[in-house]
């Protein structure tokens, strides 16, 4: 059974200082990951989409790395916004099969 | 272009009432799921849909929850003799074809009482 989980739960960064969020799974047999955001009281929306065979995925301030031997992934995000705050979410795709898992999320506060 | 919509947004029922939930996915999406989110964790899998087919059921918690997607583009997932433990929010999510991006819906909540 898959297991994803994302360390920290929480994190609080004053504006404009770099961080990285981490999401590690225990089966390594994947065929993506994808992270997301989510706002408080709002839906998922996804932010990047990293394919097994794919070793990082990039938009704007954003970078996504994968890791499949070693079961991770982390989000970079650069020059961080308060607009970045929200819960950023990953979620595993296994090889073959639909049923996504997905981590329970670092919720990130950005101090302005 | 429109994006996942989903009805009601907000459910009130009591105890032993059936509910059901819909679901319309992006115009053209042939994959479907739906999830179940708990307060502060992530979505959990419930089932998947390819066009109308049902092509996996395994997260459904038990028989009183089912699915439908007759025509290969609305979904409805309904509750049976909803209980309390039930209440939660209910995500539908779509994408092109099997594995690629998934969009979100703003989801349903449900309260049973």
């Known amino acids: 059974k898959q297991e994803v989980t994302q360390i920290p739960a929480a994190l609080s960064v004053p504006e404009g200082e770099n961080l990285v969020l981490n999401c590690s799974f225990t089966d390594s047999a994947i065929y993506n990951l994808q992270w997301f955001r989510q706002d408080p009281g709002k839906g998922l929306t996804s932010l990047l989409l990293i394919q097994s065979s794919q070793r990082e995925q990039t938009s704007g301030r954003l970078n996504a790395s994968l890791d499949k031997s070693s079961g991770r992934s982390t989000l970079y995000i650069a020059a961080s916004q308060p607009g970045d705050s929200a819960t950023y979410l990953c979620a595993v795709r296994p090889g073959g099969y639909q049923k996504v898992t997905f981590g329970t999320g670092t919720k990130l506060q950005v101090i302005p | 272009g429109a994006g996942v919509s989903q009805s009601p947004r907000y459910k009130v029922t009591k105890r032993g009432q059936d509910v059901a939930l819909r679901c319309d996915p992006i115009?053209?999406?042939?994959?479907l799921y739906w999830y179940r989110q708990a307060l502060g964790q992530g979505p959990e899998f419930l089932t998947y849909?390819?066009?109308?087919?049902?092509?996996?059921k395994s997260g459904l918690p038990n028989d009183r929850f089912s699915a439908e997607r007759p025509e290969g583009s609305i979904s409805t997932l309904t509750i049976q003799r909803t209980e309390q433990r039930d209440s939660a929010m209910y995500r539908c999510?779509?994408?092109?074809?099997?594995?690629?991006?998934?969009?979100f819906g703003p989801g349903t909540r449900l309260l049973v009482l």
């Open positions: 849909f390819n066009y109308e087919a049902q092509q996996d």
């Open positions: 999510a779509s994408s092109g074809k099997a594995q690629e991006t998934q969009y």
């Open positions: 115009s053209g999406h042939v994959s």
